[in-house]
């Protein structure tokens, strides 16, 4: 079981917030978030989507394709600006 | 007088508050190319005004409000206006800009800037209509609250049953009480750094309001309208201003910030805080926020309105919901939206009152100024507030700032400001350019006018945040460029859009990769280009559309080296005018707290390397070892004589 956030412009867009989820890796994640947005009766995202995000994992950005833990929590971010 | 180049009104008038006096102003078109319009502008009539021994509270001092040539023209973001003068907070040249309507009324009055000075004998509201300047008596509107003057005015504007097609400024008690940190208020919009709305207060000026019926003319009309469709589509279709900030606003970076760990966290003793969840910019849009609200012709709209006692009021930008949340402990968002509306109702700088209580805080927590003040202890702040715009009790003391507080009391090393000015939320132990930046900024510690290079360490690129390595330079360039869109009357947030969308929206793709990799590297590229702008010699139009717009608003040729060389020209002529108060190297500083104690005890890298990138800081602006810029630099710029 892993725990996932999202957070910046995707997660108001999609209504995807926080979960605790069954995933060995990333895909598997994008995937069941995908099938969540699915419901949330606000825009879905894709797998496409998730995969353009900057992903932390225990607080250390990680490439797309890691491979997750039991215990992990991961954050997926959208670029930002301001000011 | 008039202009030859489109976008201009082609006046520029001068206000004696003292003798009620009104002139005209002489500026010519050479001047228009030479310093374009708001800050630069401001800062070349300033320069031509200020020996170095003025004092901000004189009748020495100037209080410029000046457009830029696209401002009413129908450009993306272009209804921004500037307020430049002698700071009272940091005692230099310094400038706040600000969105709005009040600079396209000052030029549908006929006027591309207004210049003040003197104080008048009674509380006064300056009222502008074309050419008529009507000094009203102020004494019913003095002691009132932003919108509760801005309601009175319009009233008395609308008495003719006509509508309310005015701009306004006014101040809050904050500025009557001469608030070093006090702001100028126009609409829900603030000019809020570097404590304009205080001279103002010296002034007796309460309000200035403008009405007329000219017209802004672009130079190509039906060229700039095909363009500023083009324009307004790039900008709506790119990740960041059209979607993050539309969307979730500048608040939107709490978040972000927090995994980055450059979230301004107890005075900046940290750079992440852990209850940030509750104080972000999802948690405000969820369940607080109304409406997205923007300026004039701005397609980002990032503004926000939140419910509040049942009324809609402006929400915190990401500085606020930083700087009063985790920045002194605090995790009461509801709180903190009252706080927002009640500091920008009073007319004070939201980060410099921040900055001035987290200070105060930790001055209390360590036996340094016993004032009763502690993290986490949020009851009260209201009325902290109220006492320090009235300047009662320890509020007469936090009005002047953590600066002149830790000169008095001790604890200089965590009194987080820059020439006299608090920084913001961006904690840059982790975002190292972003720590030269708030050094170097003519305006002081201000992120914006620091060059924002934290965009590159870790929130739209992800570039090594803790090497110097061509930080200098990069701060560079994006000074300039961000000096010159203000020059133009646009908004800065359009230079986000700077950065191709395919980069911002593929964070993980290899090629965003290697830009990350590659910046860090590419220092000496970015001094050439900086050194000898003319080598960009055309637009770069598919993803900066400034150039070609301002061509078509004002007919002025323009190219992307020309536009940088111009932004240069300001930026050192702003430093150029500072030198003559003082300033040098030694005014380019941070807090030890930020170069001096490692943000992570066990990461070595924490801390600001600010020793190594200021030498080649100067060196890549043309600056001597002292950080004062050479005659040949002066010269390069066209600004001998401005030095």
């Given at each position: 079981?892993?725990?996932?956030?999202?957070?910046g412009?995707?997660?108001?867009?999609?209504?995807?917030?926080?979960?605790?989820?069954?995933?060995?890796?990333?895909?598997?994640?994008?995937?069941?978030?995908?099938?969540?947005?699915?419901?949330?009766?606000?825009?879905?995202?894709?797998?496409k989507?998730?995969r353009a995000c900057i992903v932390m994992?225990?607080?250390k950005q990680c490439r797309p394709r890691h491979?997750?833990?039991?215990?992990?929590?991961?954050?997926?971010l959208t670029p930002a600006s301001g000011? | 007088?008039?202009?030859?180049?489109?976008?201009?009104?082609?006046?520029?008038?001068?206000?004696?508050?003292?003798?009620?006096?009104?002139?005209?102003?002489?500026?010519?078109?050479?001047?228009?190319?030479?310093?374009?319009?708001?800050?630069?502008?401001?800062?070349?009539?300033?320069?031509?005004?200020?020996?170095?021994?003025?004092?901000?509270?004189?009748?020495?001092?100037?209080?410029?409000?000046?457009?830029?040539?696209?401002?009413?023209?129908?450009?993306?973001?272009?209804?921004?206006?500037?307020?430049?003068?002698?700071?009272?907070?940091?005692?230099?040249?310094?400038?706040?800009?600000?969105?709005?309507?009040?600079?396209?009324?000052?030029?549908?009055?006929?006027?591309?800037?207004?210049?003040?000075?003197?104080?008048?004998?009674?509380?006064?509201?300056?009222?502008?209509?074309?050419?008529?300047?009507?000094?009203?008596?102020?004494?019913?509107?003095?002691?009132?609250?932003?919108?509760?003057?801005?309601?009175?005015?319009?009233?008395?504007?609308?008495?003719?049953?006509?509508?309310?097609?005015?701009?306004?400024?006014?101040?809050?008690?904050?500025?009557?009480?001469?608030?070093?940190?006090?702001?100028?208020?126009?609409?829900?919009?603030?000019?809020?750094?570097?404590?304009?709305?205080?001279?103002?207060?010296?002034?007796?000026?309460?309000?200035?309001?403008?009405?007329?019926?000219?017209?802004?003319?672009?130079?190509?009309?039906?060229?700039?309208?095909?363009?500023?469709?083009?324009?307004?589509?790039y900008?709506?279709t790119h990740p960041l201003t059209g979607e993050q900030?539309?969307?979730?606003?500048?608040?939107?970076l709490?978040?972000q910030m927090?995994m980055r760990?450059i979230?301004?966290?107890?005075?900046?003793?940290?750079?992440?805080?852990?209850?940030?969840?509750?104080?972000?910019?999802?948690?405000?849009?969820?369940?607080?926020?109304?409406?997205?609200?923007?300026?004039?012709?701005?397609?980002?709209?990032?503004?926000?309105?939140?419910?509040?006692?049942?009324?809609?009021?402006?929400?915190?930008?990401?500085?606020?919901?930083?700087?009063?949340?985790?920045?002194?402990?605090?995790?009461?968002?509801?709180?903190?939206?009252?706080?927002?509306?009640?500091?920008?109702?009073?007319?004070?700088?939201?980060?410099?009152?921040?900055?001035?209580?987290?200070?105060?805080?930790?001055?209390?927590?360590?036996?340094?100024?016993?004032?009763?003040?502690?993290?986490?202890?949020?009851?009260?702040?209201?009325?902290?507030?109220?006492?320090?715009?009235?300047?009662?009790?320890?509020?007469?003391?936090?009005?002047?700032?953590?600066?002149?507080?830790?000169?008095?009391?001790?604890?200089?090393?965590?009194?987080?400001?820059?020439?006299?000015?608090?920084?913001?939320?961006?904690?840059?132990?982790h975002a190292v350019g972003m720590?030269l930046g708030?050094?170097?900024?003519?305006?002081?510690?201000?992120?914006?006018?620091?060059g924002y290079l934290v965009i590159l360490e870790g929130l739209g690129l992800n570039i090594d945040s803790q090497t110097p390595k061509a930080k200098a330079d990069l701060t560079v360039m994006f000074q300039n460029l961000m000096?010159?869109?203000?020059?133009?009357?646009?908004?800065?947030f359009t230079s986000y859009a700077f950065f191709p969308g395919f980069l911002m929206s593929r964070p993980n793709a290899w090629y965003t990769q290697a830009v990350n990799k590659v910046l860090p590297h590419a220092g000496a590229a970015v001094r050439l280009l900086n050194?000898?702008?003319?080598l960009v010699?055309m637009?770069l139009s598919p993803v900066f559309h400034?150039?070609?717009?301002?061509?078509?608003?004002?007919?002025?040729?323009?190219?992307f080296?020309?536009?940088m060389?111009?932004?240069?020209?300001?930026?050192?002529?702003?430093?150029?005018?500072?030198?003559?108060?003082?300033?040098?190297?030694?005014?380019?500083?941070?807090?030890?707290?930020?170069?001096?104690?490692?943000?992570?005890?066990?990461?070595?890298?924490?801390?600001?390397?600010?020793?190594?990138m200021?030498?080649?800081?100067?060196?890549a602006?043309?600056?001597?070892?002292?950080?004062?810029?050479?005659?040949?630099?002066?010269?390069?710029?066209?600004?001998?004589?401005?030095?």
């Amino acid at each position: 079981m892993v725990s996932v956030k999202l957070f910046g412009a995707l997660r108001l867009r999609s209504g995807l917030k926080e979960y605790q989820l069954e995933a060995k890796n990333l895909d598997e994640l994008y995937a069941r978030l995908a099938e969540i947005s699915a419901g949330t009766g606000l825009e879905p995202v894709t797998v496409k989507d998730l995969r353009a995000c900057i992903v932390m994992i225990n607080g250390k950005q990680c490439r797309p394709r890691h491979a997750l833990s039991d215990g992990d929590a991961v954050v997926l971010l959208t670029p930002a600006s301001g000011g | 007088m008039s202009s030859k180049y489109g976008g201009y009104m082609g006046k520029v008038v001068q206000v004696d508050l003292a003798t009620g006096e009104v002139s005209p102003y002489p500026w010519s078109d050479r001047e228009r190319e030479l310093y374009i319009g708001g800050k630069i502008m401001a800062a070349k009539i300033l320069s031509d005004h200020l020996t170095g021994k003025e004092k901000p509270f004189s009748d020495q001092n100037l209080l410029v409000i000046a457009t830029g040539p696209l401002t009413g023209t129908g450009a993306p973001s272009s209804s921004r206006f500037n307020i430049s003068t002698l700071s009272p907070q940091t005692g230099l040249l310094a400038s706040s800009n600000c969105g709005g309507n009040f600079g396209y009324y000052l030029k549908k009055a006929g006027y591309d800037a207004l210049i003040l000075r003197g104080q008048a004998r009674e509380h006064t509201w300056l009222e502008i209509r074309n050419d008529k300047f009507i000094f009203h008596n102020a004494d019913g509107l003095w002691g009132k609250k932003a919108s509760e003057t801005q309601a009175a005015l319009s009233q008395l504007l609308t008495q003719d049953g006509a509508p309310d097609k005015s701009g306004k400024l006014c101040i809050g008690p904050a500025g009557e009480n001469r608030v070093l940190y006090a702001s100028i208020i126009s609409n829900e919009r603030i000019s809020g750094r570097t404590g304009m709305g205080a001279i103002m207060g010296w002034m007796n000026l309460k309000a200035v309001t403008v009405t007329g019926n000219h017209v802004v003319r672009p130079y190509d009309p039906e060229g700039m309208l095909k363009w500023n469709r083009k324009w307004f589509h790039y900008l709506r279709t790119h990740p960041l201003t059209g979607e993050q900030l539309p969307r979730i606003g500048t608040a939107g970076l709490v978040s972000q910030m927090q995994m980055r760990k450059i979230l301004a966290t107890e005075n900046f003793k940290h750079g992440q805080n852990e209850s940030f969840e509750k104080v972000n910019g999802e948690r405000l849009a969820e369940e607080f926020n109304v409406v997205n609200k923007g300026c004039l012709t701005c397609p980002i709209r990032c503004a926000r309105t939140v419910a509040l006692d049942g009324q809609e009021v402006k929400g915190p930008e990401l500085e606020t919901l930083g700087l009063l949340g985790g920045g002194i402990r605090n995790d009461n968002m509801e709180l903190l939206l009252r706080w927002n509306y009640e500091l920008d109702e009073l007319g004070m700088d939201s980060i410099s009152a921040a900055g001035t209580l987290a200070w105060a805080m930790e001055a209390n927590e360590k036996g340094v100024w016993n004032c009763g003040l502690n993290f986490g202890d949020v009851g009260g702040i209201s009325r902290l507030w109220e006492d320090i715009a009235h300047r009662r009790g320890i509020g007469d003391e936090l009005a002047n700032g953590s600066k002149r507080l830790s000169e008095k009391y001790g604890g200089k090393e965590f009194a987080i400001q820059s020439k006299g000015l608090e920084l913001s939320a961006y904690e840059p132990r982790h975002a190292v350019g972003m720590g030269l930046g708030y050094a170097v900024s003519n305006r002081g510690g201000c992120h914006l006018n620091g060059g924002y290079l934290v965009i590159l360490e870790g929130l739209g690129l992800n570039i090594d945040s803790q090497t110097p390595k061509a930080k200098a330079d990069l701060t560079v360039m994006f000074q300039n460029l961000m000096e010159m869109i203000s020059a133009s009357g646009q908004c800065l947030f359009t230079s986000y859009a700077f950065f191709p969308g395919f980069l911002m929206s593929r964070p993980n793709a290899w090629y965003t990769q290697a830009v990350n990799k590659v910046l860090p590297h590419a220092g000496a590229a970015v001094r050439l280009l900086n050194r000898f702008p003319q080598l960009v010699h055309m637009h770069l139009s598919p993803v900066f559309h400034h150039t070609r717009g301002f061509q078509y608003a004002t007919g002025m040729p323009m190219t992307f080296g020309k536009y940088m060389s111009i932004g240069n020209r300001g930026y050192t002529l702003e430093r150029s005018v500072n030198c003559r108060f003082g300033v040098s190297a030694k005014d380019d500083t941070l807090p030890k707290r930020l170069t001096d104690e490692l943000e992570r005890p066990d990461e070595p890298r924490s801390r600001v390397p600010l020793d190594k990138m200021k030498p080649v800081y100067y060196a890549a602006r043309g600056w001597d070892s002292n950080g004062i810029p050479t005659r040949s630099t002066l010269r390069r710029l066209k600004l001998k004589g401005g030095g």
